[in-house]
């Protein structure tokens, strides 16, 4: 009888992204730079899901343009962020919604 596979040394070893959830808020994908409030200030960390693909920007005054870096769509990416800071986003091609999770 065959014995019982273990699970390759690949799959244990994976990275997870793992943050303490806090507060939510959401920005509306537009054809100019749209800010976030800014995050609390024990943030370290947010989660960005964007409905549409959209470019963003991070920082105390961030101004989303076509040179920052692209999100796509429906993908959680996670961001380091001094507390304070604020996220800005511009959409990509159309309008959508950028879910945006902070996390210390």
């Known amino acids: 009888m065959p014995s019982q596979m ?9 990275e997870f992204p793992i943050i303490y959830m806090s ?3 959401t920005i ?4 100019s730079n749209q800010q976030s409030s800014a995050v ?3 943030t370290t960390v947010v989660r960005l899901v964007s409905t549409q693909p959209a470019l963003i920007a991070i920082g105390p005054n961030p101004d989303a ?7 796509p769509a429906n993908s959680a990416e996670y ?3 001094h507390g304070g800071d ?3 986003a ?9 879910y945006i999770t902070e996390g210390g």
């Open 6 to 14: 273990a699970p390759s040394a690949a799959l244990l070893n994976q």
């Open 40 to 42: 609390g200030v024990s």
């Open 90 to 98: 511009l959409q990509a091609a159309t309008g959508g919604v950028l």
């Open 79 to 81: 961001f380091a962020i």
């Open 23 to 25: 507060t939510s808020q």
């Open 65 to 71: 343009s076509s040179t920052h870096n692209y999100l």
């Open 28 to 31: 509306s994908l537009s054809g």
């Open 86 to 88: 604020k996220v800005g």
